[in-house]
């Protein structure tokens, strides 16, 4: 058994992803209370081998959500931009309970560190494997059946309650406090950011400073996106007050 650092769920997720005594060649996170279909293992490793061993890759998938009695009743949003650095800059498509990722993922977050103040440790992921060249797959089909309860409530009946939950948390300034985490984190790894993506992240962290106009052609130089139209909606008017 591997006792994290006890100071959140993403510290503990990063404590156990960059413990040295667990080697193998895939690896996958997981909740407590949640389903795996049956072939959830075999879907995500049949895509990772496909890619060179070398390079990282890592897999997620869309969530089928049920109830306490494992009832379905909804699915998690289906997204169909493609994955990228500039998407993964401002939003985590994969859940962490989907996730499985090669040994070079692995080795990649290692060397990033377990010390980091991220805001998740899945959207990390996202942003690691995406930003240092590697390769991420979104599975349209869902490989987990995520119980809904009292402290997780996101399935349909709430769809548009945590829509405007978001909203507030933006114009509370929620949004820019993770951004602000997350780009202070991936500065560390700049060096292993593809120069692409090193560009992208050095042209969003600038244009956050800027004043309005050079702020949004800054931002729209960036590349950076959503995977909706509401959430690219919901980036401009962070992006136009200044919430980014």
């Known amino acids: 058994m591997h006792f994290g650092p006890a100071e959140g769920f993403a510290a503990n997720f990063l404590s156990l992803t960059c413990n040295a005594s667990i080697n193998a060649d895939f690896y996958a996170y ?3 209370d949640d389903v795996w279909e049956a072939d959830k293992l075999a879907r995500a490793v049949q895509w ?3 890619v060179p061993a070398e390079v990282p890759a890592l897999y997620c998938s ?3 959500l049920v109830d306490a009695d494992n009832n379905e009743i909804g699915v998690s949003p289906l997204f169909t931009k493609a994955p990228s650095f500039a998407n993964a800059l401002m939003q985590n498509i994969g859940g962490g309970n989907t996730m499985v990722f090669n040994n ?3 080795e990649l977050l290692r060397e990033a560190g377990e010390n980091k103040s991220v805001i998740t440790h899945d959207w990390w992921a996202y942003m690691v494997v995406t930003g240092c060249g590697g390769r991420v797959f979104y599975d349209s089909k869902p490989t987990l059946r995520y119980r809904q309860h009292g402290g997780n409530l996101v ?4 769809d548009w309650t945590a ?3 978001r ?3 933006l114009f509370q300034g929620r949004f820019k406090l993770w951004n602000d985490s997350n780009i202070s984190a991936l500065l560390t790894l700049q060096h292993r950011l593809t120069p692409e993506n090193r560009e992208i992240l050095q042209c969003f962290a600038k244009a956050r400073g800027m004043s309005l106009i050079p702020r949004l052609i800054h931002l729209k130089r960036s590349g950076i996106y959503r995977q909706t139209l509401l959430g690219n909606i919901g980036l401009v008017a962070a992006a136009f007050f200044g919430k980014i």
């Open 163 to 165: 829509r405007f939950k």
């Open 167 to 169: 909203i507030r948390m």
């Open 48 to 50: 990772l081998q496909s």
């Open 62 to 64: 869309r969530t089928q």
């Open 155 to 158: 399935g349909t009946n709430a």
């Open 30 to 32: 997981s909740d407590q």
């Open 104 to 106: 070079a993922a692995r």
